[in-house]
């Protein structure tokens, strides 16, 4: 910059000031979010810990859910002029799931003199699933337990109503289901989902245990498998079984020993040595229809387009034609309670309110409406029949 005299303390000094760094040699945010409730519509004020992929991005969190990635975007992305660099910026909560979002920076026209962040706007987050469970018993003198009675979700409300809301009028349908063990990634909403009817090949163990994140399953033997093709782990335990696709597989060895599978995505359940796994083929799709919502990794619930066909314990394919397809174990939003009158429906989520509908031979109908606690796995609830 061009010199200027300065007069101080009677004397005069010759002043040249150094010029002004460019807009992007400025410690800046180079991209930015604000977390949301997705179901209160309100920004998550605490618990919020952000990471990155780059370590030369450092993560910040500010009030009001606000969250970002500052640097000095000249020194750690000179290239942003003429080339795109993706940006990945994870935000956790406590009491919700993990979301990632990502998006290309670049090319800035005029960097490093002008710079803009990546702006992600409001990032939706999700709660987990919460499972309501309870107890049907007769309004009676000395209430009596009900067996046999009919529990199912007919009702649900998903976001916080206004104040002066009446119930009736904000009502949506329930079409919804439970997935196991919950998405393996983003889906986008319009994804297809149908039933997948599985043709299970000769059975397999599993010789080392695997951890939930990991992709690399170590089986007795590769006869059958096929890149593309689907592998069940823990075939017999409906409690954790998961159907995924194979990403590749070590030839290394002969078809008869022990081999490395690589899955395309990330195991969501712990699978002991020695469980029967096997390869498997899926039939042609049936009762076909779309997702109504979007859903991120971990998602318990997928929430339909149209009242579900599925029967409880099949197995859906979710396709959005983006990421890789994944193989779910469905559940029903319905039950009947056990012998001393008690039940459990499966987890439950993105939801505010549910409107249960409990019937049994004798007794009026109830239709109790349930405010969602995410603060808890399990929401307790005694239903009283008159």
């Not at 619930?301 to 959005?320: K, R, S, T």
């Not at 469905?330 to 009947?336: A, K, L, N, S, Y």
Request: glycine residues 6%.
């Amino acid at each position: 910059m061009a010199a200027r005299f300065e007069n101080v303390a009677g004397q005069t000094w010759r002043f040249h000031p150094e010029p002004a760094p460019h807009a992007a040699d400025r410690w800046r945010s180079v991209a930015r979010a604000r977390a949301v409730d997705e179901i209160t519509r309100e920004p998550v004020t605490s618990g919020i810990v952000i990471t990155s992929p780059r370590p030369e991005l450092c993560a910040r969190v500010s009030a009001d859910g606000i969250v970002g990635l500052v640097a000095r975007p000249e020194r750690v992305l000179p290239a942003l002029a003429v080339t795109a660099t993706e940006i990945r910026l994870s935000i956790a909560a406590a009491g919700y799931l993990p979301r990632e979002v990502a998006g290309p920076l670049g090319p800035i026209a005029g960097f490093p003199s002008s710079f803009a962040p990546l702006d992600f706007g409001d990032v939706m987050i999700h709660r987990p699933g919460v499972t309501i469970a309870g107890r049907v018993v007769s309004n009676l003198t000395a209430p009596q337990p009900l067996p046999g009675a009919t529990v199912a979700v007919d009702g649900i409300w998903s976001t916080l109503p206004p104040p002066n809301w009446t119930p009736p009028t904000l009502l949506e349908a329930p079409s919804l289901v439970s997935l196991h063990p919950g998405l393996y990634t983003e889906r986008i909403a319009a994804a297809n989902i149908a039933r997948r009817n599985l043709t299970l090949a000769a059975a397999k163990t599993l010789v080392r245990p695997v951890s939930t994140g990991e992709t690399r399953v170590r089986l007795s033997d590769r006869a059958g498998l096929a890149v593309g093709g689907l592998l069940v782990l823990d075939r017999d335990d409906p409690m954790r079984i998961e159907v995924i696709q194979i990403a590749q597989v070590d030839t290394t060895s002969s078809v008869d020993q022990p081999a490395w599978i690589t899955l395309e995505f990330p195991v969501r359940q712990l699978h002991r040595d020695g469980v029967v796994c096997a390869g498997a083929t899926p039939l042609a799709p049936l009762t076909p229809t779309t997702l109504l919502r979007a859903g991120i990794a971990g998602d318990p619930v997928a929430h339909l387009a149209a009242p579900p066909a599925f029967a409880a314990g099949a197995f859906v394919e979710i396709d959005d034609g983006v990421a890789v397809r994944e193989f779910q174990r469905i559940d029903r939003f319905e039950t009947t309670t056990d012998a001393a009158g008690f039940f459990r429906l499966p987890p439950i989520s993105r939801i505010a309110f549910a409107r249960l509908l409990v019937q049994h031979a004798g007794f009026v109908n109830a239709q109790p409406i349930i405010t969602i606690d995410y603060r808890a796995a399990v929401q307790h609830v005694t239903v009283r029949m008159e």
